[in-house]
């Protein structure tokens, strides 16, 4: 089982003689606390079963032995073993390598990323941005055995580099790391006019002048103007 999961198997009697029963579960230990019924009669050629629930917050290898009682008189006994796991969540890619599709007109782009639970707890996660990469949501949890997909959302800046690793933790288990590499050209775009003459203007009259811009390059650009 994962860490902070409950699993539970049940464990059955038969009662092969011509008298009723009482069988009794003795002392258990606090894994298996929660473990029920602690009796029951079991009639005669009559079978029992008694659900034996394991739980734990620590990892670890888990392996005891449960003693119970027919009659209160002769002591019988099955051993219970566990080997609790670290909650965890596998990425569907560690590493990403993005490029802008040339029909993009947009400053950034999104991929998805899909994370998935093989444990039986549910997992919590929580994303933390770096550089020109966020991802969406950035909070939140997988159900056991279940997937969810996150949006990694790349918009490129002049003051960040396009190689980055983001982090993804994971209270109470194993943390990852998704590596993104963003392949963006060299872009070489000039304007063609070097200056745009307004002329003398009436105050409170627009004019409105066109420049143009002109891709000096092998690729697709895209740009924006900041006045």
Not at 51 to 71: A, G, L, R
Not at 108 to 113: A, E, G, I, T
Not at 153 to 180: C, I, Y
Not at 199 to 217: D, E, F, I, S, Y
């Amino acid at each position: 089982p994962t860490r902070r999961s409950s699993d539970l198997k049940n464990f059955s009697v038969t009662n092969d003689l011509s008298r009723t029963v009482l069988c009794s579960l003795g002392r258990l230990e606090p894994e298996l606390a929660a473990s029920t019924p602690p009796s029951q009669v079991i009639p005669s050629g009559a079978t029992a079963g008694f659900d034996i629930t394991f739980e734990c917050s620590t990892v670890m290898s888990f392996k005891k032995i449960v003693q119970y009682k027919v009659n209160e008189a002769h002591t019988l006994k099955f051993t219970v073993t566990a080997e609790v796991v670290p909650i965890e969540l596998d990425l569907s890619q560690s590493q990403m390598e993005l490029t802008f599709p040339e029909d993009l007109l947009e400053p950034s782009m999104q991929v998805p990323l899909t994370l998935h639970n093989p444990g039986n707890a549910a997992a919590e996660f929580f994303w933390a941005g770096r550089g020109p990469y966020t991802v969406t949501p950035e909070q939140g949890k997988v159900e056991p055995f279940s997937s969810t997909e996150v949006t990694v959302n790349w918009q490129p800046q002049a003051s960040f580099k396009n190689v980055q690793k983001l982090q993804m933790h994971v209270p109470g288990g194993t943390d990852r790391e998704l590596s993104m590499v963003g392949d963006l050209p060299e872009a070489r775009c000039v304007f063609v006019e070097r200056q745009l003459q307004f002329g003398t203007l009436a105050v409170g009259v627009p004019k409105q002048l066109h420049c143009t811009v002109r891709n000096m390059g092998k690729n697709p650009e895209i740009g924006r103007a900041h006045v």
